[in-house]
């Protein structure tokens, strides 16, 4: 079974991570910038330390309403006038309470902050930057959540699948072509898988996916047609319920996928040579 597909790149080659699902990939414009005041509160943080920011802080608005408190009464001569020293206390205590949300409000988006760059270093992580697909570090990941989240007994599709004569077309074409060729590869690799499982790039042209069986066809040899340029896909499958983890299962669907890559290259040396001939002969004949 084989198929051919044309298609465009994508605008992005990047434009989405992880595993067969469509989460977006986030890059350091979503975390946002923090205001001036933000980010000399956030080097108070790093320099005293979380206790040490909140004593200063403590310190300092203590500091502050007591000093307002005298520089009131002192304006006033409040020294001799009960009224005036209640009016002060009264302004003491509501000075921290104007102060609180302004606090309040920078810790929380100091956690948004935090939370959202962590997203970012997780996505690094287990994102191909390239292709915007898993890395082995994602793919695997995403595996040991799609085992979980199915049912006991599930049989799974394996698959192993690289470019044919990848580094002829490098050698040919160049690199950047070749990096397209395998942001196509990609890109048809998970729009046919989907959400029904994982996909994700584990060597320079290797690619790996596994998937609940029968959920989705994929063919054993796919041609892409990439601005003229011949690109071919080699896959290799498997069937298990991966009782005993992934990796003795990619192993055997590599050996699969070495052997189909030998019929192919069986068949084209029998074709080429059956060429051959038959232009020998018509070159007899005349």
Same mark, same amino acid.
């Given at each position: ?10 605008? +992005? ?13 986030? +890059? %350091?414009a979503d975390v ?49 006038? %009960? ?17 609180? %949300? ?10 948004? $902050?935090?939370d959202r760059t ?31 989240? +199915?049912?006991?007994?599930?049989? @799974? ?8 004569? @990848? ?7 160049? $690199? ?37 069986l029968a959920s ?49 290259? +069986? ?20």
């Open positions: 079974m084989s198929g051919r597909e044309r298609g465009a790149l994508p605008a +992005t080659r990047a434009p989405r991570s992880g595993t067969g699902n469509a989460a977006t990939l986030v +890059t %350091p946002g910038e923090l205001s001036r005041l933000e980010q000399s509160m956030l080097s108070l943080v790093r320099k005293r330390g979380v206790m040490g920011y909140v004593v200063w802080c403590t310190a300092m608005v203590v500091l502050g309403s007591e000093t307002l408190m005298i520089a009131v009464l002192l304006l006033t001569d409040g020294f001799s006038q %009960p009224e005036f020293w209640q009016q002060a206390l009264l302004w003491s205590g509501l000075i921290p309470l104007l102060v609180a %949300p302004l606090a309040l409000h920078f810790t929380a988006r100091l956690v948004e $902050h935090l962590r997203t970012i270093l997780r996505s690094w992580a287990s994102t191909d930057v390239l292709t915007g697909i898993a890395n082995r570090r994602g793919f695997f990941d995403g595996v040991a959540e799609l085992v979980e989240s +199915t049912p006991q007994g599930t049989t @799974f599709e394996v698959g192993m699948l690289d470019l044919d004569r @990848f580094k002829s077309l490098n050698d040919r074409f160049g $690199h950047a072509r070749g990096d397209d060729a395998l942001v196509l590869v990609a890109r048809w690799l998970r729009s046919t898988i989907g959400d029904a499982g994982v996909v994700g790039r584990i060597g320079g042209d290797e690619f790996t996916y596994v998937v609940p989705v066809g994929v063919p054993d040899r796919m041609h892409f047609d990439l601005d003229g340029i011949d690109v071919e896909v080699t896959v290799g499958r498997v069937c298990s319920r991966l009782d005993g983890g992934i990796d003795s299962v990619l192993a055997t669907a590599d050996q699969v996928l070495y052997r189909n890559k030998q019929n192919r290259l +069986t068949v084209e040396s029998l074709t080429a040579l059956r060429t051959s001939s038959d232009r020998l002969d018509a070159g007899r004949d005349v």
